[in-house]
């Protein structure tokens, strides 16, 4: 099993920078296949991007293409997500997820695909 814990959520201005960490506790985390969703109030839990456990290969949702950034430190057992060029629209609890794969390059993008889950920090945007 694995352990997963977010931070770095606040409020922030519409056009402001944020960086969640998610800090990973448990088996190896190499091993781990990393991802990110969100979840608005009063909407289902949406995915916002993805990386493979080499971080080689990632994917990224339309709506926050060009200004999400998802990365990993796997010495730190630490995923990031580096939100630029935030919108009102960005507002919503996210969540980091971890799916144990042997596939070093692939990344996963339904809720479904993962098996672990933290317990999500708040970002608001405001106008």
């Known amino acids: 099993q694995v352990q997963l814990v977010e931070s770095g959520g606040g409020l922030v201005q519409a056009g402001g920078s944020l960086r969640l960490s998610c800090a990973a506790a448990g088996r190896p985390f190499s091993y781990y296949a990393m991802g990110w969703f969100r979840q608005a109030p009063g909407k289902e839990r949406e995915f916002v991007a993805a990386?493979?456990?080499?971080?080689?290969?990632?994917f990224y949702t339309a709506a926050v293409k060009g200004r999400f950034t998802i990365s990993r430190v796997n010495v730190k057992n630490t995923v990031y997500l580096q939100m630029n060029s935030l919108k009102p629209e960005d507002t919503a609890v996210y969540y980091c997820?971890?799916?144990?794969?042997?596939?070093?390059?692939?990344?996963?993008?339904?809720?479904?695909?993962?098996?672990?889950w933290g317990q999500g920090t708040q970002v608001t945007v405001s106008s």
């Open positions: 997820a971890a799916r144990l794969t042997s596939y070093s390059g692939l990344y996963y993008r339904s809720r479904d695909d993962y098996a672990y």
């Open positions: 990386i493979s456990w080499s971080g080689g290969s990632t």
